[in-house]
């Protein structure tokens, strides 16, 4: 059970700074527990390489928890030939996506492929210097193409049902990428800015001695509150009651300026991230809600 706890335990210390801080060395791998994935690496358009893992839909009754050799999983395959809806989970600010890890387990036994990927300068991703204060990088949003591009490119996928997930600042990159692409067809989001402008004073409040700063050339019409007037998919927006960095109103605004079906869910207790996050308070619920809603609208 050592592995197993250790994951538990990496993901209850995890929260997202909202402010840059890549990782590159890999804590955890999904062979660790069994997992069938493939690692891959796929190139941005303007010629970064960056690494991806995608994990296809698999029995949970082959999945194991914990493992006592360091390559215990079987050589990647598909359950089946039938193509399935995938899921896309994207880094935050920081870390890299082995911390995503146990978010994929979750929904890969629920029927869905699963793909996570590292921005530039992320994990195993080629280097790319970045700055600790700024929030995330306009780049990214070439990265999240390159990403989605790629995974319609797999024979596993149905590329009429590709649904992006985040937290944080991953959040507001995907809902991001949904608003500037007619292929993805469903976003959930837990912790959603509405704009750099409204969240700036509150991080100021709560990171006093910390200058942060949007990311540079970031396209106005792609901060949330503004896409969420352009948006015509199933959005599912998350918030946790306490969150104190993008507290409820900021979700109850986007929710009020979006036209297509959209489901709001305050967390009771939950707090922004970290052991208090929506998908620690309340686990379970979080995880049957998540899949409910891309089960219905992928």
């Not at 890999?26 to 970064?48: H, R, V």
């Not at 999945?63 to 030939?81: G, I, S």
């Not at 993008?246 to 109850?252: G, L, Q, R």
């Amino acid at each position: 059970m050592k592995k197993f706890n250790l994951i538990i335990s990496v993901i209850l210390i995890h929260s997202s700074l909202f402010a840059i801080n890549p990782e590159k060395k890999y804590i955890l791998k999904p062979e660790w527990y069994n997992i069938i994935y493939e690692e891959i690496s796929f190139a941005t358009s303007d010629g970064y390489k960056l690494k991806g893992w995608f994990y296809p839909a698999q029995d949970s009754s082959k999945l194991l928890l914990t493992c006592d050799t360091t390559l215990c999983y079987k050589n990647y395959k598909e359950v089946d030939d039938v193509q399935k809806p995938t899921i896309i989970i994207c880094d935050g600010d920081a870390k890299n996506m082995s911390w995503l890890l146990w978010y994929a387990k979750q929904l890969v036994v629920k029927g869905f492929n699963v793909f996570t990927f590292d921005w530039r300068g992320f994990g195993e991703s080629d280097n790319w210097s970045t700055e600790r204060n700024y929030l995330s990088y306009s780049e990214f949003l070439l990265d999240y193409d390159a990403a989605v591009d790629y995974v319609k490119s797999r024979n596993e996928v149905d590329t009429s049902k590709i649904g992006v997930f985040g937290f944080s600042t991953g959040a507001y990159l995907s809902f991001a990428i949904a608003a500037k692409r007619n292929d993805i067809s469903a976003f959930a989001g837990r912790a959603l800015m509405t704009s750099f402008n409204d969240i700036l004073p509150i991080l100021k409040k709560l990171t006093p001695d910390r200058n942060l700063i949007a990311p540079p050339n970031y396209p106005s019409e792609l901060e949330p509150i503004n896409a969420a007037e352009k948006t015509n998919i199933p959005v599912f927006l998350i918030v946790g009651e306490k969150d104190n960095r993008t507290p409820i109103w900021m979700s109850e605004k986007i929710k009020s300026k979006i036209k297509s079906y959209c489901e709001l869910w305050v967390v009771p207790n939950a707090e922004h991230g970290g052991v208090n996050s929506p998908e620690w308070a309340a686990t379970e619920e979080f995880f049957n809600r998540l899949s409910l809603f891309f089960k219905q609208y992928l």
